[in-house]
T-cell receptor, first 117, second 113 residues
């Protein structure tokens, strides 16, 4: 089954304790993204990657890191989480190239709900 | 003007009614348009793409008006299962990077029995 998986699905942690949220896709997609979703603010892109070893900042990258060592994996790293990073996080993937071209739908993972105390 | 703007709702609509959402976008160079559906605490999923000629999928009809820079979604004969948040999504192309997808904040729809 074609899918994007994220782990963990739920995480409660404390300020300053480094954490990693994993993301993996089995569709051989070049393009992967991380979003956070907050009430009243909608989905905001944190980082994206157009291919292996190519990553770039989205709209809200502060406090986050990513890596893309393999095509299928795109982990999100919070080196020193803070309470303002409490949010619902989504990983997404699609083929590279113009979104909207036939078959180039963006697929989302199930989400990770993070609480930083 | 926000890049993609939607009425947040909520829209409370009786079952069987017809409901319409609009979404406006600011970048006239936007190239692709979509409606996504998001159920509570779940991931967004593509509902339908929006083409210049308009398109229909069962009870759902999407329209694009490039001159006025808005897209619309019409749901006919609404069902309880249509209750969700509907996200307007616009794809913009840039010179020095791949295209960027901009999400609206979503319109909440509640279908009432």
């Amino acid at each position: 089954e074609a899918q994007v998986t994220q782990n963990p699905r739920y995480l409660i942690t404390v300020t300053g304790k480094k954490l990693t949220v994993t993301c993996s896709q089995n569709m051989n997609h070049e393009y992967m993204s991380w979003y956070r979703q907050d009430p009243g603010l909608g989905l905001r892109q944190i980082y994206y990657s157009m291919n292996v070893e190519v990553t770039d900042k989205g709209d809200v990258p502060e406090g986050y890191k990513v890596s893309r060592k393999e095509k299928r994996n795109f982990p999100l790293i919070l080196e020193s989480p803070s309470p303002n990073q409490t949010s619902l996080y989504f990983c997404a993937s699609r083929l590279r190239g113009l979104a909207g071209a036939a078959g180039n739908e963006q697929f989302f993972g199930p989400g990770t709900r993070l609480t930083v105390l | 003007r926000k890049e993609v703007e939607q009425d947040p709702g909520p829209f409370n609509v009786p079952e069987g009614a017809t409901v319409a959402f609009n979404c406006t976008y600011s970048n006239s160079a936007s190239q692709s348009f979509f409606w996504y559906r998001q159920d509570c605490r779940k991931e967004p999923k593509l509902l339908m793409s929006v083409y210049s000629s308009g398109n229909e999928d069962g009870r759902f009809t999407a329209q694009l008006n490039r001159a006025s820079q808005y897209i619309s979604l019409l749901i006919r004969d609404s069902k309880l299962s249509d209750s969700a948040t509907y996200l307007c999504v616009v794809n913009m192309a840039f010179m020095n990077r791949d295209d960027k997808i901009i999400f609206g904040k979503g319109t909440r729809l509640h279908i009432l029995p």
